[in-house]
């Protein structure tokens, strides 16, 4: 590519000329704002594993050990399929420890609202 203003050839991806300072055409490989449009064959989709394995022994920790428990198991499964490159799979697995995270936090809740009113009556 070549500069508008002063003809300096440009290399690929700046913005700028560098003789003469000139705003360039967009360069051709940069991010668009389309992340998925372009994305090569082998791509894998990011899947935050590791955040559902934390959240699953903090809840085994300090609230439900079965729901944390499961949560954790299912998230493991999950990091485990990304690691064998079974995307699918593993969004199958991230879901199921989602299910057992939420139903976790919801015994909790119930369980809170229990023990404050057996506080509050007793």
Known sequence: MYCSKCGTEIPEGVWFCPNCGEKTEAPQNCYKGEFYENAPADYKEPLNTSLWIILGILSSLFCCLIGGIG????????????????????KENLKTAKGWFIATMIIAAIEFVFGLLIALIG
């Open 71 to 90: 949560t954790t198991v299912y998230a493991a499964k999950a990091s485990g399929n990304v690691g064998a490159g079974d995307i699918e799979q593993a």
